[in-house]
Every structure is written in C-alpha cells, then in structure tokens.
DNA sequence: AACGGATGTTCCAATGAGCGGAACACTACT
DNA sequence: AGTAGTGTTCCGCTCATTGGAACATCCGTT
C-alpha cells in the first residue's frame, strides 16, 4: 500500500504532476473542481489534493467560493513575460488598437506553435463576430486566416509535413483537400495575403497578412468578419500597413 | 553526503522548488542562465539544472541558442485562463483601444493584488512616456493614479492598514506622510478620481478613476502622461465614460 | 430537519523520486 | 594552450511523497 506510484497515465515526477493540473483548465473548462482535476490529470484524490494545495500556496491557482479552482494571478503575471507577450504583444498592440478602431471588426494576432496557431491577442467588441479565437489559444493553420498565412511562408518541406496528416474539417467549407491546399498557400504567397469564407467559423471570412523579418512570417495579422462585411481590397490595405508598423516596432528593440 | 536538502533557504517540495524557479524571473531579468536561477532561487546546480529540465519539457520554461532560459509559451498560454486577463482583460481591451486612439497617452488598467496594484494591461506607443508599468507587473498603490484610486476605495480598515507601513518614496515628490496621504485619498473618493504629479516617474502625472461595482473598486482605469499634456477635465471626462463602459461589459457576463 | 450521494480532507507505513557533492564536459575569452 | 565560468552526469542514500482508507463536509432533495 503506497506510495509505490501506480496509477496508468499520470506523470511519476511531481513537476511534472503539477503541470499536468494546470494542464487541464482550457477555453471550456476554466473552473474545476478538486474531483474534476483528479479525473482529467488521472491522478489519485489525495495525489490531486496535494499538488492544487501547493499551487494555491504558490499562487498558480486560486480557489473560489465556489469551491472550483481557476488559473490565479501569478502564474499569468509570470506568464506576462513569455516573449510572445513581452516582446511580440506588448509591442504590437497600439497598432491592433488603432486597426480595431479603423475597422470595427475582429482583430487577430498569431504565431506559429507546434505546428498550430497561437493566438497571441484578439481585439473585439460584442459587436463584433465570434471567431473561436482567444489569446493563448490554438485554431489550425489551414482553416483561419492567420493559419494559412503562417504555414504559406513556411518551408516547403514543412508545408509538406503539415499536408500529411488529415485536415481537420472545421466547418462544411473547410479545405481538407492537401491538393487544393497546396494550391491556395501557393495563391496566398502570390498576392501577399491568405483569404477564408466560412472555413473556420459560419457565415464569416478573414484576411490575413504576414509580419515578415528576414523573408520570415514571425508573426500573422488578420481582420476576421461576417462576410457581408468582408471588404477585401480595404482591409488588405489597412492590414499591410499595420503590419508594417508592427515590423518596424520589433526592428526597433535593438 | 546527499540526498538532505541542506541548502539554507531554498523550498524543500518538489512542486515548490518549480515555482521558486519561475519566480527568479522578472522584469529586469527577463532570461537567465542555469547558473543564474541557481543563484536566484538558491538552489544547488544540479537539482536547478533538474528542475528547468523538467520545466522546459512541460513548455513553462525554453532555452534559447544564447543558453539562457525564458519563460515559456505554454505558461503564458495557460495563464491567459486566469480571470484577471480572461474576464477583465479581455472584455476591458475595445474600451482601452478607444481611450488609447482618443487621447494618444498611456493607459493603464490595474487591480488589487496582495497590497499592490497589478497591472492587468498598458497601452502605449513609442511616443507615449515611460511609466514603469508594463502588464503582469505591480507597482505601490500610494505612487499611481490607478493604485490611489484601488487604495482610496478600500475600507477604512485596510487602508489604516496600509497606511502602517513605511511608504516608499519613489520620486522626491511622492506622498510618503501618512496623513498627507490619508487626506489625499478623502479627496479622491470625493472627486471621483485619482490624480498623481511625479510622484511616480519624473515628469509624469496621472488621472484615474474606479470602475466600481457594488459600490466597490474592482479595478482601476488611468491614463498617464507628461504633465504637460495633462488635460485633467478632458481626461475624466472620456476615463468616466469609458470606465462606465468597462463596468457595462463586466455586467453583461451572466 | 433528515438523509444520502457527491465532494473534499486527513492520516500513515512504505518506498522510490529526488537529493547534492563530485567528477566530468563544454564554452568563451585571453 | 590555458583558464575561468558555465553546464551536465552520476550514484549511494534519504526523506518527500505515495494512495488507499477512514473520516469530514457540503449540497440538493424529500
């Protein structure tokens, strides 16, 4: 009877414990239980019970009166200084800001992440469209805007490994064809700028662009709205130029 | 001769150790090396060189081809969970991007946190002025607009309390007399808003105001900039609706 | 108010994850 | 090439950690 570690699926090490709890809170689930948190991490009740309570004591998760623990303070304070937040964000924001109030609509900014996009920051009003994106996020490449943007400018031989495996099928417009893919990052490195309708959210589409630096997209910028609304040859402008901005800002950290 | 942990100072758990590791990292000292968190965190080599090779696998820590270690993608990521930037930050960003096109100036918006106010996000371009504050950091409550306002509407409980301790005296022209500073947060309850005068960064003045709920501060929404572009009346003008804003938004949650 | 199921907390003998000093390896500078 | 600084690996030993079980608390229903 114990402490021999036995139970099938959980980490061993007790770092690695802990981050397989923090590991389980996402976009859908940011409150969870003590209970919940041993399902999900397959680690004991009273395994699970202890790690939380060295995380509250670290300030890494918070427990409210609703007896749920959520993501605390600290660890996004410390989070903060991740350069995607400290160096790409922190300088890039102005320039979304003025983007938000020159279109109205969504606001996008992502980067490359283990083969995904990572929403670094979304700008948005309740006017504006749902787009299943929020900051520290990850949507797949071939479906939205950015995606498409940031795997056009990748190399060729990463563009094929991302064409092997299946193509998730987001939305009945998706594009899971590897073909017709290929074809439209082709068309996307020609004009400059990655389009969608619908492929990632009903009823919407997007335009991206890419920030480059050294002939590398380091960063995707993208307008995201009903399609109604999706005025092409105006937003390509207006992002362009912001994304010029934005390049010309991260040029200027040294 | 090992395995006691013998070293004076440094967490004895596993889970604490991590989280003494990551909080090595701050503003000023943004990447370290090995040797450095050792230092930092008082740990010997080898178990620090354990622990960030347990953090780098689980993506809370990277290290770049300058050997030094940063915070890592993955932490910011989970972080963004957190309410602060997933409930406030978040609904809060339109309103900041609008104050910040309006005005031109920095703006800053905080919460209470352990005594001190936390910035939750800052809006500034190049032009804007230095303010010491960045997102995720904290800064003393007595000193900033935003932090006068969080303190003002405290109960007076906490403020005596936190008007116990020594205050320090960032500028020569911070308050730092606690009666001075009792009458100053009178007056800011009775205006309405928050004003600082180099009492933070030289040059720099501040105007703040509360977004109140249930007749408590639950955060704080200031602009600063160089004292001679302080236009105080237009400044609470647009700062009270936009923290009216700000309010209706947090409201509309449930 | 009582009850029961769900959720959470505490305990402890046993054990293996983790310990740190020492040896070794690598890097950068002179 | 030498040296100092930085980083990596090893290993016998120990104590931080283990998880099942007993116990406690909470909450919804009757």
Request: a positive charge.
């Amino acid at each position: 009877m114990s402490p021999a570690r036995t139970t099938a699926g959980a980490p061993i090490s007790s770092i690695g414990r802990a981050i397989a709890v923090l590991g389980c809170f996402n976009e859908r689930r940011r409150a969870l239980t003590l209970s919940e948190i041993s399902k999900k991490s397959l680690l004991p009740m009273s395994s699970t019970h202890r790690v939380v309570a060295e995380l509250v004591t670290g300030g890494f998760l918070v427990r409210g009166s609703d007896r749920k623990y959520r993501i605390g303070t600290r660890m996004w304070s410390i989070g903060q200084l991740a350069p995607v937040s400290d160096q790409l964000r922190h300088r890039a924001l102005p320039t979304l800001a003025r983007l938000y109030e020159e279109t109205g609509e969504n606001i996008t900014l992502a980067v490359l992440d283990r083969g995904q996009a990572l929403y670094v920051d979304r700008l948005g009003g309740e006017r504006s469209v749902h787009t299943g994106a929020r900051a520290g996020g990850h949507l797949p490449l071939h479906t939205t805007g950015v995606g498409k943007v940031l795997l056009a400018w990748q190399t060729p031989a990463a563009i094929e490994k991302y064409l092997e495996r299946p193509l998730e099928r987001t939305t009945p417009y998706s594009i899971v064809d590897p073909v017709k893919l290929k074809k439209e990052l082709d068309e996307t490195r020609e004009r400059g700028y990655a389009l969608t309708r619908q492929e990632s959210t009903a009823g919407n589409g997007s335009v991206a662009v890419p920030i480059l630096r050294g002939g590398r997209a380091v960063a995707a910028l993208g307008v995201v709205a009903h399609l109604t609304h999706l005025d092409i040859p105006r937003l390509v402008e207006v992002l362009q130029a912001a994304s010029e901005s934005i390049r010309h800002e991260l040029e200027n950290e040294h």
